[in-house]
T-cell receptor
Framework: NAGVTQTPKFRVLKTGQSMTLLCAQDMNHEYMYWYRQDPGMGLRLIHY???????AKGEVPDGYNVSRLKKQNFLLGLESAAPSQTSVYFC????????????FGEGSRLTVL | DAKTTQPNSMESNEEEPVHLPCNHSTISGTDYIHWYRQLPSQGPEYVIHGLTSNVNNRMASLAIAEDRKSSTLILHRATLRDAAVYYCILKKGGNQFYFGTGTSLTVIP
C-alpha cells in the first residue's frame, strides 16, 4: 500500500502565483487533513474534511482553499501565494471512530519568493 | 492559544527509560490524548493514545493523571532510533487534532 501520497514534494512559487497540492490516500479513510509546519513550531491545522464533499476550517485557514470531490483525494489550493505561506505542508488521513490514528504523508516543501 | 505544553528538549542515555511530560490543563471530558513522533524529514507517526486510563503498546506506555490535566509518555528503553520530536496532542470534537510544539528527544549512545 502507498498509504498517503503528496504531490508535488517540492515547489518554488513567486508571490501572487497560484498552485494546488494534491493528497491521495488508498486506505478508504473518511477523514483527511492539511497541516503546515514552520521552523521551530508544531503542526497547525489548515483545513480538514470528514467525508467526500465536505470541508471545514482549522486553526489557520486564511489564504487557503480545499476541495474533497473524491473520497481518496484532498486538494489544498493557494490562489495568490505569499511569502508567509512558505512552509512544509503535511496531509493526513484516518478512518472513522474515536480511536482512528492519523497517517501522514511525507510532506510538501513550498517556497514563495 | 496552546492546548498542550511540553519541554522543548530532553536527553536520555541509550537503553534507559525516558519520561516525556505534557500539560493539558484545558482538556475537556471528551478529548483524547494522543502522542506522535516525527523523525527528520518525515511526517509524524502515531505512538499511542488514551482517554482516562493508562495505556501500553509495543512502542510505549502512556500515563494519564487522575485529573487528566497532564500525561507522560514513557519509552521503556531508549534506542538511537527513538531520537525524534515527540508531540502531545489533544483530539478535540472527535475530528480535530491540535499539535503542540513538541519535545526534541536526543538519545546519547
Amino acid at each position: 500500500n502507498a498509504g498517503v501520497t503528496q504531490t508535488p514534494k517540492f515547489r518554488v512559487l513567486k508571490t501572487g502565483q497560484s498552485m494546488t497540492l494534491l493528497c491521495a490516500q488508498d486506505m478508504n479513510h473518511e477523514y483527511m487533513y492539511w497541516y503546515r509546519q514552520d521552523p521551530g513550531m508544531g503542526l497547525r491545522l489548515i483545513h480538514y474534511s470528514v467525508g467526500e464533499g465536505t470541508t471545514a476550517k482549522g486553526e489557520v485557514p486564511d489564504g487557503y482553499n480545499v476541495s474533497r470531490l473524491k473520497k481518496q483525494n484532498f486538494l489544498l489550493g493557494l490562489e495568490s501565494a505569499a511569502p508567509s505561506q512558505t512552509s512544509v505542508y503535511f496531509c493526513a488521513s484516518r478512518r472513522t471512530g474515536t480511536t482512528g490514528e492519523l497517517f501522514f504523508g511525507e510532506g510538501s516543501r513550498l517556497t514563495v519568493l | 492559544d496552546a492546548k498542550t505544553t511540553q519541554p522543548n528538549s530532553m536527553e536520555s542515555n541509550e537503553e534507559e527509560p525516558v519520561h516525556l511530560p505534557c500539560n493539558h490543563s484545558t482538556i475537556s471530558g471528551t478529548d483524547y490524548i494522543h502522542w506522535y513522533r516525527q523523525l527528520p524529514s518525515q511526517g509524524p507517526e502515531y505512538v499511542i493514545h488514551g482517554l482516562t486510563s493508562n495505556v501500553n503498546n509495543r512502542m510505549a506506555s502512556l500515563a494519564i493523571a487522575e485529573d487528566r490535566k497532564s500525561s507522560t509518555l514513557i519509552l521503556h528503553r531508549a534506542t538511537l532510533r527513538d531520537a525524534a520530536v515527540y508531540y502531545c496532542i489533544l483530539k478535540k470534537g472527535g475530528n480535530q487534532f491540535y499539535f503542540g510544539t513538541g519535545t526534541s528527544l536526543t538519545v546519547i549512545p
